[in-house]
């Protein structure tokens, strides 16, 4: 299949162990925040969401952390498996706006 | 639960050839989106429909056009095509308009080589 991204960063993390992703979002008017999965050859799945009133939100296995102070945005993925491996990036939409920009990624690598 | 639906998945052209890329989505969304997906970079608005009826340039319009044929489809076609168009097309669709805080939901792309 194609390359999402030839040099992205990549996080290789053990299988079981906590997987850390950050983005740092683009756009102070930005009110909404998505993070997606897309494995090879696929589309991006929508993973978590997150409004701009919220500091934290948890799903399965999955935390979304947002600190608009500094503009950042993270994903933790609890007990990392094998099917986690893929890349992951973050949306932000602009408030008002059909625009979302959307990060380049970061890989992860779940290591047996 | 087929969500977005994108054909073809492949697609070899020579510069010149026009082609229509088409996406159908199966989940009563308003919204439907153009994008493309270039290495290292992400990804780029092209087009989008808010509602059936209505379309309006994203990011990088130049050399494409688009159709909202109803509610459910929205293809993206390319006139002419160059080299500079080889990139990976994705379609999404979300279920409300402007401001609702939806997420959008992605077909699994046509990959198009243009020679």
């Known amino acids: 299949g194609e390359s999402v991204g030839l040099h992205l960063p990549t996080l290789s993390v053990q299988e079981g162990d906590n997987s850390i992703i950050n983005c740092a979002y683009s756009n102070s008017a930005s009110d909404y925040f998505i993070w997606y999965k897309q494995e090879s050859g696929k589309g991006p799945q929508f993973i978590i969401d997150i409004r701009s009133n919220m500091d934290k939100r948890q799903g399965q296995r999955v935390t979304v952390l947002l600190n608009k102070t500094v503009k950042h945005l993270s994903l933790q993925i609890a007990a990392t498996q094998p099917g986690d491996s893929a890349v992951y990036f973050c949306?932000?939409?602009?408030?008002?706006?059909?625009?979302?920009?959307f990060g380049t990624g970061t890989r992860l690598k779940v290591l047996a | 639960n087929a969500g977005v639906t994108q054909t073809p998945k492949f697609q070899v052209l020579k510069t010149g050839q026009s082609m229509t890329l088409q996406c159908a989505q199966d989940m009563n969304h308003n919204s439907m989106y153009w994008y493309r997906q270039d290495p290292g970079m992400g990804l780029r608005l092209i087009y989008y429909?808010?509602?059936?009826?209505?379309?309006d340039k994203g990011e990088v319009p130049n050399g494409y056009n688009v159709s909202r044929l109803n509610k459910r489809e929205f293809s993206l076609r390319l006139e002419s095509a160059a080299p500079s168009q080889t990139s990976v097309y994705f379609c999404?669709?979300?279920?409300?308009?402007?401001?609702?805080?939806?997420?959008?939901?992605f077909g699994d792309g046509t990959r198009l080589s243009i020679l």
């Open positions: 999404a669709s979300s279920a409300r308009a402007l401001g609702s805080n939806q997420p959008q939901h």
């Open positions: 949306a932000e939409n602009i408030r008002g706006t059909y625009k979302y920009i």
């Open positions: 429909s808010a509602s059936e009826g209505t379309t």
